[in-house]
């Protein structure tokens, strides 16, 4: 039975980025991670609504790429589907979506200053960073995207990036695979906090365009991305306190296993 | 006896409210949370004096509208009574309130800069943040707001909003009701840090009067409140090291439960 | 037998007091805090030479008043013991001294920008913060004031009042009572991350003169500095993993103790 | 058999010096600290590659001056080893170097404004602070220094100094002692967030060259490193959850140990 337990699989993997993401200080009580469904293209996985740290794989519902549940369900949905179902519906590329509201990338939604990469890390934003302002195509609303045109709309004003700037509400971040997403997502919060300093001190300069080629695609191989996860990963079980590395090992000397076996245990 | 228990839960909530908000760092060792009495309009709920992250529901002490304790007691309470009798008598449609001196809102107090919406988030702040100088009625004073007439007075000027500035002080947040007055006191405080650092960046481009109108509303409605509170109270519960959340799922994942029953716990 | 025991309370005092400053992120690797000896005013307080986070009772030992151990001891000392030995020696009514290099105090010793109260809580710091430049009486140093002129000269400096800035070293506060120092030490440092954030919004206007006396007076009555400390308290016991109190309450339920009871132990 | 004991103590304080430095917010999910063979000044001692708050013991392989594992090894290694050979074979003097991108170190290789000695602890930074500019020697790159000339680049750039600032990446910083780079590395990262804060103030008065090397001097000194030292393990330890040391005393007052023992055991 592969496919159920590619779904499970997911599920837990989807519900441990939302936490990780939150625990990073990226996302708070509202924003979002999803990712497409892991064996069928045509759908998307979501939690239901409730704040990103607190998801759990049972939260992780199906729905269609417009967005709508594949199941009937009472439970609140979130009211921003359409964030990602817009995306997976023009970009079949990507495979997970961040929709959030960091307090390092928030100021360049409200002046206008163009957020750049300035250092490697920061790379894996791309070239291209647009901006999208719902009045241009819907004037005066609450900001929400929430209707099928809006995500339409802002999924056009991705295009062929990997972040787009919403003015005046936040960001939507797009990744090839899940852990590409994570990475991707803090690193560009990172980045735009040093970049905030670097305005303190009075001058920015970027990378130039090779030099972002060039460092995103080395900081997104499967290396490097698997130990920022590995790293993040740890310090949400930390916070969770469910973490139980060092701790049995330096709180219960006698019982130290042998550190040969330690070893295997940990090498990849 | 549902009167009794009606005044046990709201003890309960306004109790977690302050630890609450501390927890968030929007109150320290000063600052106050109340709430009108449940059941008696003409009444309200103030814990006696504490740090705000340590009040328990039998701190919880019961006052009149012009902030006299119902039972004589001989623990000490609050100086600043007056603010929330002032406000609970001048706006009847106000069931909560929260006096603070958060970071982020301190330096809009002290440099006279006008605290604005830049987010839909922030626009729980509403479309006028009115600023009170206890200088310009009472002169040089301790700027504590300790008599009846300064409550008065500070009332009056937060008028018919629901935050009001106070110069060299802080700010008080007021609400319809408990969850709201939490969510619009953290929210304003995260708007306040963004709009200090797309200050850094050079230019700040608010909510026009119908964006925060229309995303005030819909940030407003239970859904979200209730998705905020929820997150806010984990995050309290963790760090008090009472959360037993996933700590017991993956902790001894053999007495791990049945995924349905677990689902059908958390479901709302 | 009185006397042994008030210092033994001195000791748990002044190396809790050491503890929180630090768990404020005022103190960090350095800096100190002194108290005068409880029953003989020709001695002072100080731990041996570690990090202020890690000061336990028995790490306290006496000096005399010019700065000597007043028992031969081993044990590694601090090299700045005559910051607090001539303070005590100038100031009789200084009973607790803390020097510190909060990041939030460094900025004003290096840039020359004044530290003025710009809210309530710091006020504390009195009307006047002289500042005190090591090179105007000694030339270039190391900048550690480790010999007894220097002491003296920082002593000069601080004169009557309650905070010395250090030119590219850090602060010295002074109190009449620990609990007093600890906070003034503290709520200066929060003033003064206020004061920067005003000044990135462009302008700061601070207290007069009058506020200053009425507000640094009201605030370091017995009442709020009590409040502060029992917060601050709670705020290490939790830090170190030695909090009790919600913990027991909420997690063992079945346990839970009368409420009346409760509310006994906690009043004050 | 001293000598696998020497490097079995080696390991151990390799990985915590990772660990300490992660902790302090320095290190990330990037980033390394190695230190020279204790005895085979031809070879240095490197984890495999993971984030640097993870590193145990058994992580720590061993390298010679080249870069290149003395072991054939199947787990992943850091792809920027030169940096680190690269520097021991130009520094005989150098036993512990650190490459990080800390917050608030990146902002001057962004901007170019000079980092400079603006307190004592940051006088430890030295004299000069090289910028290295990838661009010079090898144009448009990924920004990674992983060729052997790229890290004989950086090492030149270095040349007799402490700490090379790489724009556009981050810093490496060197050591005569693992201690004494961890000192460095952690203080001079305070002493650039203190200088950006400064510079919000308008004016940055740093340390003359007399001044530097005095409080360079004195701050390296075994007494100040050890006390540091001792300082970020506890913190490390409370945040690993394996600090026994006042949690036993107060959380079980019953089994408290006779003073004096206690006293004996902390003393150094």
New interface residues.
């Given amino acids: 039975m592969p496919v159920p337990n590619k779904l499970d699989d997911a599920r837990d993997l989807l519900a441990r980025a939302n936490r990780m993401i939150a625990n990073e200080d990226v996302l708070?009580?509202?924003g979002h991670v999803t990712m497409r469904h892991p064996t069928d293209p045509g759908r998307f996985l979501m939690s239901?609504?409730?704040?990103p740290?607190?998801v759990?794989p049972?939260?992780i519902l199906e729905f269609t790429l417009d967005s709508k549940p594949v199941k009937p369900t009472d439970?609140?949905l979130y009211?921003e589907r359409v964030i990602h179902g817009g995306i997976y519906q023009a970009r079949p590329d990507v495979n997970a979506v961040c929709h959030h509201?960091a307090?390092?990338i928030?100021?360049?939604?409200?002046?206008?200053?163009e957020l750049k990469p300035?250092?490697?890390?920061g790379?894996t934003m791309g070239r291209t960073v647009p901006f999208w302002d719902s009045r241009d195509d819907f004037g005066?609303?609450?900001?929400?995207v929430a209707k099928p045109e809006e995500g339409a709309s802002l999924a056009r004003a991705l295009g062929p990036n990997w972040i787009v700037l919403m003015?005046?509400?936040?960001a939507t971040v797009a990744g090839t695979t899940l852990e590409e997403l994570v990475f991707r997502t803090i690193y560009i919060a990172?980045n735009a906090?040093?970049?905030?300093?670097?305005?303190?001190?009075?001058?920015?300069?970027?990378?130039?365009a090779?030099?972002i080629n060039?460092?995103g695609?080395?900081?997104l191989r499967p290396?490097?991305v698997a130990?920022?996860w590995?790293?993040?990963s740890?310090?949400l079980d930390?916070?969770?306190?469910?973490?139980?590395?060092?701790?049995t090992k330096?709180?219960a000397p006698k019982k130290r296993q042998a550190?040969g076996k330690?070893?295997a245990k940990?090498?990849?």
Same sequence: chains 1, 2, 3, 4.
Avoid: M
């Avoid at 928030?106 to 200053?113: E, H, V």
């Avoid at 005066?140 to 929400?144: A, F, R, V």
């Fill in positions: 708070d009580a509202f239901r609504s409730r704040g740290e607190l759990q049972n939260d439970v609140r009211g509201h307090p390092s928030l100021p360049f939604c409200i002046s206008g200053t300035v250092y490697h890390l790379a005066d609303t609450n900001l929400i003015r005046r509400h936040g990172r906090a040093v970049q905030i300093q670097a305005h303190v001190l009075g001058h920015v300069a970027p990378l130039n090779s030099e060039l460092a695609e080395y900081n290396g490097p130990r920022a590995e790293y993040w740890v310090r930390k916070a969770e306190g469910t973490w139980r590395g060092p701790k330096t709180a550190k330690t070893k940990r090498s990849r």
